[in-house]
């Protein structure tokens, strides 16, 4: 506490310019003091006087095995913001610009120890270091990628970046490391190194493939990708018997690949079923289905639904619970909305004995008397025996056949499953 109470003293306020230098260097003298407050003083203290002696010293406490994370965290943001430091102090706040400094400070200083933080046992530093490495665009070694592709503690995400930075390289090693790679638990990491394989050696990634399809342990998505490349990257006599032999068992082929391997025939011009809306119904992604509802500018789903209270719109039924219902519902409400129209959202419109006409969407007909909703959400009634003729009841959504593409509509199911609220 009495030396944080000296760091305060020197460093807060206005600071003790002369007294500023020793508290930079404790940082790395002092190993046995653990106090927050004056651990970050130090850390500022080098950030202030932004000579490479201080980021070297910031650098090396990020890689501080006996160091709280948060600390290390702090330091990491530290050497992130050498070259353009904010104006306002990061520990107190207080106005104290500084000017910018040269970007080799920063990145020397924390180069060496780039390996390490890579391959941290907390994932936040792996993902603060990758961060740092990106803003201060320093190309990472060779050993330090390697170390990472080949780390399971590594975050997923980092591993890919790893695979596909050594693929840029050519590095030497990256046939090891894709069959490390191999051995993941994590399929977006097999599935990377799968694509990256499938540039590098046609026949590897061929009898990759065949493992992969014939595996019953295989994720959904990686046997996607599989047949995908043999319909691109692995196109080949090789890839087309595969194909082939795939075909001859359509029926037996899992719902959720059926569309995957009748578009990678389709491209290889292969005798098989054409891709049909029927094999959408299962296998997709409900990430990129939500993305495709929420963003997609010609379908807009969300201008005419809501999936909870809150944003889109009442002009289709909410969705909120359309898990609740089955695949086959949701296919056929997205590309034949006409054949089974939700009740209340159907438009129609009435011409009266009197001349009047009436329009809206469709609410009830019940014992003689029709109930029409209009923009303005105003019920009229209407009884039928007035009526002189009338419109079908149509629906206001378009088929999306022609807008989605299987795909697409496929990902879209995914998502509409997962959304099972009961209230």
Sequence with gaps: EVVAEAARAIHDDWSIPKAIPALASSL?????????????????????????????????????????????????????????PDKLDRVVGRYRPLSDRDPAIAKNAIYDNLTNLLIDPSQKIQSEAMALARLLKIEIPGEALIA?????????????????????QKNENLPACIASAFE????????????????????????????VLSSTEANTL?????????????????????LNLLLNSFEECPPSLKLDLTEAAAVRKINAPAP???????????????SLFMNHLAAQCIRCHKVKDGKGSDIGPNLKSAGLQGRGHHLEAIVEP?????????????????????????????????????????????????????????????????ILTKREIRDIIEYLSTLKSKK
């Design 28 to 84: 790395a003298t002092t190993q046995w003091i653990k106090n927050e407050g004056f651990i970050k003083r130090a850390i500022n203290a080098n950030f202030h006087l932004g000579t490479p002696e201080a980021a070297t010293r910031v650098a090396d406490y990020t890689i501080r095995a006996d160091a709280p994370e948060e600390l290390r965290l702090n330091a990491l943001n530290a050497i992130s913001e050498w070259t353009k």
């Design 222 to 242: 990686e046997q996607q990708t599989a047949l995908a490349l043999l319909g691109g990257d692995l196109a080949s006599a090789k890839g087309d018997s595969i």
């Design 338 to 402: 006409q054949k089974t129209i939700a009740e209340g959202y159907g438009s129609i419109s009435l011409t009266l004995r009197n001349g009047q006409s009436v329009a809206g969407l469709f609410k009830s007909e019940v014992k003689g008397v029709i109930e029409i909703k209009d923009a303005e959400g105003k019920i009229t009634k209407v009884v039928s025996e007035d009526v002189k003729e009338r419109t079908p009841v149509i629906s206001t959504m378009p088929p999306m056949g022609a």
């Design 276 to 290: 049909d809306f029927t094999h959408a119904l299962e296998g997709g992604d409900a990430d990129r289905g939500k």
């Design 148 to 168: 990472v592709a080949k780390n399971e503690s590594s975050i997923p995400t980092l591993r890919i970046e790893a695979l596909r930075a050594l693929a840029t």
């Design 184 to 211: 993941s638990k994590e399929h977006s990491i097999r599935i990377e190194a799968l694509k990256i394989l499938a540039k590098l050696n046609l026949k590897s990634a061929l009898d990759r493939v065949e493992v």
